[in-house]
């Protein structure tokens, strides 16, 4: 069922093949005659990490927000205190 499903959208669609077959033969042949040589080995490693200088802003900011927040919420509630006694 599902290979109908490949063959439909690969070859019958619009955007496929247009209902025509492709002649070209799908066969993987190996070429053993190919060899490239390994360079040298060299590890690279940052001087920085982003990352965690990204996270570490991130939580500088998220504790700045925070205790804001919690100052602003502690005169409000101490404005409402002082304002019903």
């Known amino acids: 069922m599902l290979k109908k499903v490949f063959y439909n959208i690969i070859v019958e ?3 496929g093949l247009k ?3 492709t002649t070209f033969d799908f066969k993987y042949v190996p070429e053993y005659s190919t060899i490239t040589a390994m360079g ?3 590890e690279e ?3 920085h990490s982003h990352v ?3 996270n570490r802003n991130t939580y500088i900011v998220g504790l700045a927000v925070f205790g804001v927040g919690t100052w602003v919420a ?3 509630a101490s404005g409402l205190v002082r ?3």
Request: overall charge negative; charged content about 45%; aromatic content about 14%.
């Open 52 to 54: 965690e200088s990204r």
């Open 19 to 21: 209902g025509e077959e």
């Open 13 to 15: 669609s619009k955007y």
């Open 74 to 76: 502690f005169r409000v």
């Open 45 to 47: 490693k940052a001087s």
């Open 83 to 85: 304002s019903i006694w």
């Open 40 to 42: 040298e080995c060299e």
